[in-house]
C-alpha cells in the first residue's frame, strides 16, 4: 500500500501550540508508511492549500484564545469556504487539539469548534480514545491525558514559560499515532471497497 498523507493544520501564537504540533507529528510518523506535513495557517501558500485537498487526514490546531480558536485559525476555516463548496475533504478524517495556559481554559469549546468544522466539510472525526489520567489520589500530572479530554488532544502551558507540560506533549503524540493508524485503516477500507 502506498504511503498515507496526513497533514497538521495549525497556528501558533506564543510556540506552545508548534511544539504540541511537533509532538502530533512525530507520534503520525511514528506509524510506518505515513508522510507528514504541517502547515501555519497562518501564511498558507497555493501548494499548501494543494496539500490540504491532496491529504487523508487533516488534524486542526490551534491555540485557545478567549475561549475559541485564534483569529489566525478561524480566518483559515472561513477561507476553507472554497472546500466546503466542492466538498473537497469530504470524507477525509479529521482530528484536533488546543492549547491555553489555564487548566480548562475554554479548551473543549475550541475542541468542539474544531470538530464541527471537520462535519461541515464532511470529514470523519478521530476522538482520542485515551482515558483520562490524573483523576484518582494515586495518579499525577505526568499521567497522558491528565486534562480529561476525549475530543482531541488539550494541552496547558503556563503564559509566562515556553515550555510544554511532557504529558500533553505525550497525548499529542498518541493523538498524532492514532489519526495515522486509523488513516491507514481507513485507505485499505476504501481500497477494498473499490475492488
Known sequence: MSDISIVIASHSGYGHTAQIAAAVADGA???????????????????????????????????????TASGAFHAFAEASSKRW???????????????????????????????????????????????????????????DNRLGFYLGAGAQSFNDTPA??????????HLGRRVAEHTRIHRAGLTAAAH
Open 29 to 67: 510518523r511514528s506509524v510506518a508508511g505515513t508522510q507528514v506535513h504541517r502547515v501555519d495557517v497562518a501564511s498558507l501558500s497555493d501548494a499548501d492549500w494543494e496539500l490540504l485537498d491532496a491529504a487523508d487526514a487533516i488534524i486542526f490546531g490551534t491555540p485557545t484564545y478567549m475561549g
Open 85 to 143: 463548496m466542492a466538498r473537497t475533504w469530504s470524507d477525509k478524517l479529521a482530528a484536533g487539539f488546543t492549547n491555553s495556559g489555564s487548566m480548562s481554559g475554554d479548551k473543549l469549546h475550541t475542541l468542539q469548534y474544531l470538530a464541527l468544522l471537520a462535519a461541515q466539510h464532511g470529514m470523519l472525526w478521530v476522538s482520542l480514545n485515551l482515558l483520562p489520567g490524573w483523576n484518582t489520589t494515586t495518579s499525577g500530572p505526568q499521567d
Open 164 to 173: 510544554v507540560h511532557d504529558a500533553d506533549l505525550n497525548t499529542a503524540r
